[in-house]
Structures are given as C-alpha cells and as structure tokens.
Nanobody, 115 residues
C-alpha cells in the first residue's frame, strides 16, 4: 500500500521557520522524483520545489527561491522542505508528490503564517 505522510505543518509567525517532512512507503522511493506543491484557499495549486530521484538536482518556484530548501534522505524514504523567512503568502496546504511511472499524492499538511 502506497503512503505519503506529511508532517511538520502548523502556525508560525511571519519571519519564522518550519520543516515539513514526507515519509514514503509502499514503493521504491529511490526511483521517484519528489515534489512539494501547495494550494492556498481560492488559488490554483502551485509547484513549490522539486528534487530528482538521486537528490542531485533541485528546482524552486521563484516565490520561494532562497527561502526554502528541499532535500531527501533515501535511507529513510523521506523528503523534507525547510521553510525559512515565512510570509503570510506562504499560507497553504502543502502536499508531497512522488512521480515516475505512477504519481502518488500525500494528504497534505496545513501551514499558516500569521501574527
């Protein structure tokens, strides 16, 4: 059974940091590129960050570049999103996605940036 379980979301003040984790199981994690998406209320889903299956290549949306870092630990079947200098515009539900021949989505974790 494929599972992607996100954790680490919550309420944080502007300028603060959070680290999201996504634990994968039920498929060969090292064969899959991983991507974090987010969706804010009333807005379209947005790609946030992407990492290749080996971890050797990353991509960031312009809105988060320099503030967010995606990484993965293939020994732990986990992908991370370190989010620094958070802004109210970062408030959204964050999803991790595994993609290769198949695409798998996690259930999402809420991130709220507010004072």
């Amino acid at each position: 059974q494929v599972q992607l379980v996100e954790s680490g979301g919550g309420l944080v003040q502007p300028g603060g940091s959070l680290r999201l984790s996504c634990a994968a199981s039920g498929f060969t994690f090292t064969n899959y590129a991983m991507t974090w998406y987010r969706q804010a209320p009333g807005k379209e889903r947005e790609l946030v960050a992407h990492i290749s299956d080996s971890g050797g290549s990353t991509y960031y949306a312009a809105s988060v570049k320099g503030r967010f870092t995606i990484s993965r630990d293939n020994a732990k079947n986990t992908v991370y999103l370190q989010m620094n200098s958070l802004q109210s515009e970062d408030t959204a539900v964050y999803y991790c996605v595994a993609a290769n021949l198949h695409t798998y989505w996690g259930q999402g974790t809420q991130v709220t940036v507010s004072s």
